[in-house]
């Protein structure tokens, strides 16, 4: 069972995704909270895997929400940010707070249940067009890109490879089909991926292959 809890100051929003997240069978919403502050109290005190996080709220926004719930390292809770606008200025310094993905309030209800669950084990939503235009925008807003230097890379050249398409918004499968291996073995690369350099999830992935230069914007996939 996924356990989601839906932050968002309006509390239409709120009631419409519970109302459209409780009928599946293997999620159920655990909590609403009106802004940031209560959304980090209730993320502390009832350990939802999924946090529906509003960017623009009073008080504590969105974005320094996520930072305060995902610095403590023993959290397992996964953050999607809501947000109105597909290139909100904000949602990518969100992504670098460690959000998994981000998904628009005028989603359909498969797409809410879709990103609900992807987010939820640990894939981050990347793979829709709107995320890889906003980290081609925003690759380089906030900070120098940092030099990625070959021979002190903790990645094997595989490895890179495999990270330079999950940075170009392909799946395993798409990956697995591209390198012409096995969707298990793709999977055990990106594993190694994160734990090597210490990343929560793909999107966060996307964004060290971005930042640190080994992927351009105009790299991405089309």
């Known amino acids: 069972m996924i356990r989601a809890l839906i932050a ?10 519970t109302a459209l997240l409780e009928p599946e069978p293997d999620i159920q919403v655990v909590g609403q909270a009106a802004d940031g502050v209560e959304a980090a109290a209730l993320t502390a005190q009832l350990r939802p895997d999924v946090v529906l996080m509003d960017i623009r709220m009073p ?22 940010i809501l947000t109105t606008f597909d290139l909100d200025e904000y949602v990518y310094q969100a992504l670098r707070a460690g959000a998994s993905g981000f998904l628009l309030k005028d989603a359909s209800a498969e797409q809410l249940v879709h990103a609900v669950r ?3 084990a640990g894939e981050g939503l990347l793979a829709p067009t709107i995320t890889k235009r906003l980290l081609t925008r925003f690759a380089h807003m906030e900070a120098p890109p940092l030099a990625l230097p070959d021979q002190d890379s903790p990645l094997t050249e595989r490895e890179t490879e495999v ?4 940075a170009q ?9 591209r390198l012409v291996i096995a969707d298990q073995t793709v999977k055990t690369y990106v594993g190694r991926i994160l ?3 210490d990343l929560r999830d793909r999107t966060q992935a996307a964004i060290y292959a971005y930042e640190t230069g080994l992927i351009q ?3 991405g996939k089309q």
């Not at 968002?8 to 995704?17: A, L, N, V």
């Not at 990270?163 to 999950?166: D, G, N, S, V």
């Open 59 to 80: 008080g504590l926004n969105g974005i320094e929400a996520t930072r305060q719930i995902l610095q403590n390292p023993d959290t397992t809770t996964k953050i999607l």
């Open 163 to 166: 990270l330079l398409l999950i």
């Open 118 to 120: 992807v987010v939820a």
């Open 195 to 197: 734990a090597k350099l």
């Open 8 to 17: 968002d100051d309006q509390i239409m929003i709120r009631q419409g995704f």
């Open 169 to 177: 918004g392909l799946s395993n499968s798409e990956i697995a089909t």
């Open 217 to 219: 914007p105009k790299q």
